[in-house]
């Protein structure tokens, strides 16, 4: 073990814990505070270099293809968690507007945007856009940085967000084979700032507490997307399935599903 790696451990793990014990009131501006935090005091968190790293638009390519067919001229775009805002400053060159969503004004860093991107400041739960405004609202390894309270209440500020038809794609690690934050090197539960991981029945039961009724499943792998939706079902058996194999077992099969491509419709 490396010790930047235990080093990471450390101040994950007790930023995590902080985020853990604080009240709903606390963590209106703790999420900030710890992710501001976590930058300066890991600097080479992968978030962090990325940023650094601006001729390296893999990634970027890679979310942007993900979501490429679900795009339309004139569109309302939201990106919770939008980080650099690098895939926000891709898609905003096909829409009409972009609201880009953060907890961190540290990861996004002094960036001049286009007039039609806004980066909007949040405290974690809320998301402060017009009501019945967006078109496609997307989130890529968010969900599970939540205290699961603030989940439920962030997802009913997205479907307040979304108009009538319009798509939420979260993308998020599905917890079968996880832990999938830095803890996956201690620990066989997520201990770090993952504060819950998630499979596509957990997604469907807490979907549906924040107002959504209407689920699909996106399947991509590398940059290869089929463009139609998928029925969440065959994913959720699949997943049922898996439960019963011994954790080792569970783990290996399960990193087919690594990613949850999770769709809900307003």
């Known amino acids: 073990m490396t010790p930047d790696i235990l080093h990471h451990y450390r101040i994950?793990?007790?930023?995590?814990d902080r985020l853990r014990r604080a009240s709903k009131s606390e963590r209106r501006h703790l999420y900030t505070?710890?992710?501001?935090?976590?930058?300066?005091?890991?600097?080479?968190?992968?978030?962090?270099?990325?940023?650094?790293?601006?001729?390296?638009?893999?990634?970027?390519?890679?979310?942007?293809?993900?979501?490429?067919?679900l795009i339309r001229q004139g569109m309302v775009y939201l990106e919770v968690g939008a980080g650099d805002c690098a895939l926000a400053k891709r898609v905003a060159q096909h829409v009409g507007k972009v609201y880009a969503v953060e907890?961190?004004?540290?990861?996004?860093?002094?960036?001049?945007?286009?007039?039609?991107?806004?980066?909007?400041?949040?405290?974690?739960?809320s998301i402060p856009v017009p009501a019945s405004s967006v078109d496609?609202?997307?989130?890529?390894?968010?969900?599970?940085?939540?205290?699961?309270?603030?989940?439920?209440?962030?997802?009913?500020?997205i479907h307040k967000a979304l108009r009538v038809g319009g798509i939420y794609v979260c993308i998020t690690p599905n917890a079968l084979?996880?832990?999938?934050?830095?803890?996956a090197h201690f620990d066989d539960k997520p201990t770090g700032l993952h504060l819950k991981e998630y499979s596509?029945?957990?997604?469907?039961?807490?979907?549906?507490?924040?107002?959504?009724?209407?689920?699909?499943?996106?399947v991509s792998y590398r940059s290869v997307v089929i463009?139609?939706?998928?029925?969440?079902?065959?994913?959720?058996?699949?997943?049922?399935?898996?439960?019963?194999?011994?954790?080792?077992?569970?783990?290996?099969?399960?990193?087919?599903?690594?990613?949850?491509?999770?769709?809900?419709?307003?």
């Not at 994950?12 to 995590?16: C, G, H, I, T, V």
């Not at 940023?51 to 490429?68: H, L, N, Y």
């Not at 084979?177 to 803890?183: A, E, L, T």
């Open 177 to 183: 084979c996880g832990p999938h934050d830095i803890s």
């Open 227 to 266: 463009p139609a939706l998928l029925p969440v079902w065959p994913f959720t058996t699949f997943e049922n399935a898996l439960a019963f194999l011994p954790t080792g077992l569970r783990k290996a099969i399960g990193r087919t599903l690594i990613a949850v491509k999770f769709v809900a419709i307003k």
């Open 200 to 218: 596509n029945k957990d997604l469907v039961e807490t979907f549906r507490r924040a107002g959504f009724s209407r689920f699909k499943v996106l």
């Open 12 to 16: 994950e793990r007790e930023l995590a």
């Open 33 to 69: 505070e710890v992710y501001n935090e976590l930058f300066v005091s890991v600097p080479n968190h992968c978030q962090v270099t990325k940023k650094k790293s601006a001729t390296d638009t893999r990634e970027t390519d890679r979310q942007f293809g993900v979501i490429r067919h």
């Open 103 to 125: 907890v961190s004004n540290e990861i996004a860093g002094q960036q001049s945007f286009t007039k039609n991107l806004e980066l909007v400041i949040s405290d974690g739960s």
């Open 136 to 157: 496609l609202a997307y989130s890529n390894q968010l969900l599970e940085h939540l205290h699961p309270e603030d989940a439920d209440e962030q997802l009913a500020q």
